[in-house]
């Protein structure tokens, strides 16, 4: 079973910057848009931005321009660096990978989830 690690999510003031990862790792698969979501308390869970196998992204409008999100497919790894962080970005951020993966003699449907990662913008 494909496992997805995050990592970077921390402390961090107003116009402050971090840098999300996530490996995804386990078993043999093949990733086609991986993507980084976030929840709020007390709201639902919203994309924040996706990127294909050829390289095609995909923001919420309220982070265009401040996030990018880049991956490296020979490490299985998506990155989301985070620039001119407002308190609005608060949030647990979760990482996702869809694709398909090899399980017992067969290929299925991949659509997997991160464990989360908080992201805290405090003044």
């Known amino acids: 079973q494909v496992q997805l690690v995050e990592s970077g999510g921390g402390l961090v003031q107003p116009g402050g910057s971090l840098r999300l990862s996530c490996a995804a790792s386990?078993?043999?698969?093949?990733?086609?848009?991986m993507g980084w979501y976030r929840q709020a308390p007390g709201k639902v869970r919203e994309l924040v931005a996706t990127?294909?196998?050829?390289?095609?992204?995909n923001y919420q409008d309220s982070v265009k321009g401040r996030f990018t999100i880049s991956r490296d497919d020979a490490k299985n790894t998506v990155y989301l660096q985070m620039n001119s962080l407002k308190p609005e970005d608060t949030a647990v951020y979760y990482c996702?990978?869809?694709?398909?993966?090899?399980?017992?003699?067969?290929?299925?449907?991949?659509?997997?989830w991160g464990q989360g990662t908080q992201v805290t913008v405090y003044s």
């Open positions: 996702n990978a869809n694709g398909r993966q090899y399980i017992a003699l067969s290929w299925r449907v991949m659509d997997n």
């Open positions: 386990g078993g043999i698969f093949s990733i086609n848009t």
């Open positions: 990127i294909t196998k050829g390289g095609s992204t």
